[in-house]
Structure formats: C-alpha cells, structure tokens
T-cell receptor, first 115, second 111 residues
C-alpha cells in the first residue's frame, strides 16, 4: 500500500460524457501527478500540482483539466469523452516539487472504459 | 522531444535464468529511476541512480547507470516467479524536468 488513494477503481461511461477522478496523496506529500497508461502509449505524464498550484504540464488534452484543493487532494476532470480516452489513470505523489528527482508513490489507478 | 526507449519489449524466461533490460535516453539524464509494475498493479519505485557509472544492488537485482548518463540497465539474477511484471526506467526531461517513462519491459517467468 503506497498511501495514495484513488477513486473510483473502475468507471464505465459513454462517449461525450464527463467524469471526475479523485486522488488523495500520501500524508505529507505536496506534489500530485496524473498519468495515463494505455496499451499502446505506455505511461504518459499529464499534469503536476504542487501545494495547490499547477507545476508542470505534459501531454494533457484541452478536454482534460485538473486541480488540487487546499487539503491537497486532487481531481482530474475528463470531458467530451472519446473511445480513445479508455485507459488506466494513475495518480502519484511525492514530497517535493522536483518531479524528476524524487521518488513517486503511485495510487492503485482508475480504469476508465468509454463505450 | 526527449525519448526513453527500453529493450527488449518482452522477455520470457525459465525460473532460475537471468534477465536484463536496457534503457536508453536520447539526452543526458541527471538521474535515472526504475519502477516495477506487477500485472494489474501500479508502478512501484525500486531505485534511483545519480552518478555516472553508478552500480547499485538490491538482493538479486543489479542496477547500472552508464558513464555518459544516457543509458541504464537492470539485471536480475536467477529469476523467480515473483519477478514477473513490467520494469520501467524513468528520467527527468523537458523544461520542467517532468519524469519521462521508458517504454517498459514485460518479464514473464515460467516456473
């Protein structure tokens, strides 16, 4: 158990819909990262928040957005869903903002299926 | 953009055989991290290497960082069924030093 929690575990929805994925980082970790893992794309970094502020952006689509709240939990919002958005979405956390230099602790993931 | 490639993509071994996965970056890395993802699980941090030519061992696992800091390897001696999973290397890249994950190597171990 990494200490990072994600809900829901599974999500099945239809194209065009909007969903929200939730993540609670490890106690004491200020940085939260979101990743998308699909079979043909590997682990793709989406976005990072540090202490409530956006820190870095990766290959995140405009239909996707995220935020980190004062209690440090984070939400990833996916809208106008397409079939290709079906993937495993991981949240990870670390103590420091220097994401390339610190061990990241991953949550169990949310498996999104878009029908 | 920066790319981190791993070979092989897939390796199937008999239990007791050795296994090696290689990681190559298109740019010099300040450090390299290795993660393991069991089937159906999430990536779990294994180790971080920082110095050129650094070698670290964890029981049967040996990690190496190349002299030029552009490549790395993970060697498992005498594999066990518990070693099954995908091994990812990852290094910082881009303007914000985001962690770029390698393509991963899936290890299957036959008992």
């Amino acid at each position: 158990d990494s200490g990072v929690t994600q809900t829901p575990k599974h999500l099945i929805t239809a194209t065009g819909q909007r969903v929200t994925l939730r993540c609670s980082p490890r106690s004491g970790d200020l940085s939260v990262y979101w990743y998308q893992q699909s079979l043909d794309q590997g682990l793709q970094f989406l976005i990072q928040y540090y202490n409530g502020e956006e820190r870095a952006k990766g290959n995140i689509l405009e239909r996707f957005s995220a935020q980190q709240f004062p209690d440090l939990h984070s939400e990833l919002n996916l809208s106008s869903l397409e079939l290709g958005d079906s993937a495993l979405y991981f949240c990870a956390s670390s103590v420091d903002p220097g994401q390339g230099y610190n061990e990241q602790f991953f949550g169990p993931g949310t498996r999104l299926t878009v029908l | 953009g920066q790319q981190v490639m791993q070979i092989p993509q897939y390796q199937h071994v008999q239990e007791g055989e050795d296994f090696t996965t290689y990681c190559n970056s298109s740019t010099t890395l300040s450090n390299i991290q290795w993660y393991k993802q069991r089937p159906g699980g999430h990536p779990v941090f294994l180790i971080q290497l920082v110095k050129s030519g650094e070698v670290k061992k964890q029981k049967r696992l040996t990690f190496q960082f190349g002299e030029a800091k552009k490549n790395s390897s993970l060697h498992i001696t005498a594999t066990q069924t518990t070693d099954v999973g995908t091994y990812f290397c990852a290094g910082p890249g881009g303007a914000t030093n985001k962690l770029i994950f390698g393509t991963g190597t899936l290890l299957a171990v036959q008992p």
